[in-house]
């Protein structure tokens, strides 16, 4: 619980408290940059396919995914296992 100094200056923690609120913090700054992240994915590979070829920004983007996916496929099952770990990486990411 925070609670207000008599003087209104900075708040007083309780014991571990004031860890959590950093970590709190921590995390939603890694998830943030992870939503970013994706979304500019997201962009580089719809502007990848209506462009074609490699932008200057992105990169080779569908290439690189396609070499992504071919070596997932290489691997067999110990390929396929990684790709359901990544999916449900993704699929049981919050942002709080």
Known sequence: MIKKSATGGEPIYEEGEHKMDSMHRIKMWIGG??????????????????????LPFFGG???????????????????LIVL?????????????
């Open 61 to 79: 983007v569908v290439a690189n995914i396609i070499a992504l996916v071919a070596q997932l496929g290489s691997n067999g099952l110990v390929g």
């Open 84 to 96: 359901g770990i990544i999916l449900w990486l993704f699929s049981h990411r919050s942002v709080a």
């Open 33 to 54: 940059l992870t939503e970013i992240g994706m979304m500019l994915l997201a962009l580089a590979i719809i502007a990848a396919l209506l462009v074609g070829g490699t």
